[in-house]
């Protein structure tokens, strides 16, 4: 199962809070702390107490998350401590302990870089810097919501591809923000599964099939003028194109 991890030091950033503050939270809340590498990193693994001193180290390669699929693994709760100590006295540990299925092992981190946290927990975090929550009456929602339904049939006649046309709905008249409309895309393309056509606002004159890409759902979206059964992003079938956040988030700062 796909789960997002994001740097929790950004978020600690947008939110005006710091990394200790974070870890206190998902603490208090029984939540883990997690390491995520962008490449693969040879680490040592370690057997504790029962460790000679003349044994030699067994080194053990921790996979790195090339391709987006959420691989992240869990700080030891002694490393975790450890954490927040340093992180309490302004310093940044060189090597952290890591679960790796039933082994241990000590890798080294760049804590910006590698310290992540699960989507999943936001719940237990403060909202970011400055949010305000939206009035329930404006508030984007589902497809199936009669907000999302007043905006279905609207058409922007120079937009080919979806998401261009779904921006400049979203931005300008939805006045949503451009989070709040990727996941809205994210959530028709789920509902879509390339097999049932939705009404995209911005591109509803027909109907279109989206479905999520299979190893980077989060941030690639298929998309055909017909029913389709593919979930990668190669080799792509004929009629079957796709876009991904990148090119959203282009095309939602090019939007005025």
Not at 148 to 166: D, G, L, Q
Not at 188 to 204: D, E, M, W
Not at 243 to 249: H, I
Request: glycine share 6%; net charge negative.
């Amino acid at each position: 199962m796909y789960i997002e991890y994001n740097n929790l030091y950004k978020e600690a950033e947008s939110r005006g809070i710091t990394p200790l503050d974070i870890l206190e939270a998902l603490h208090v809340n029984g939540r883990k702390i997690y390491l995520c590498f962008a490449e693969d990193q040879l680490g040592t693994m370690d057997f504790g107490n029962s460790a000679q001193e003349d044994d030699e180290p067994y080194e053990f390669q921790i996979h790195g998350d090339m391709l987006g699929e959420g691989i992240a693994y869990p700080i030891t709760p002694e490393s975790r401590v450890e954490l927040a100590n340093a992180l309490g006295k302004g310093n940044e540990p060189e090597e952290l302990k890591v679960v790796e299925g039933i082994y241990t092992i000590k890798v080294k981190v760049d804590l910006p870089s590698n310290l992540v946290i699960n989507y999943n927990d936001f719940q237990f975090l403060p909202p970011p810097f400055g949010y305000k929550p939206t009035p329930v009456t404006v508030y984007p929602a589902p497809p199936e919501n009669n907000f999302f339904e007043k905006f279905e049939k609207i058409y922007i006649s120079n937009k080919r591809k979806p998401h261009s046309a779904f921006v400049v709905v979203a931005k300008t008249m939805m006045k949503i923000k451009r989070g709040e409309a990727w996941k809205e895309l994210v959530d028709i393309a789920q509902k879509s599964r390339g097999c049932t056509g939705v009404i995209l606002p911005g591109f509803g004159k027909s109907k279109i099939y989206l479905r999520r890409v299979r190893l980077n759902p989060h941030k690639e979206i298929l998309y055909s003028h017909e029913p389709f059964d593919h979930d990668e992003a190669e080799n792509l079938p004929d009629g079957v194109e796709k876009f991904n956040l990148d090119a959203f988030n282009t095309r939602w700062q090019k939007t005025k």
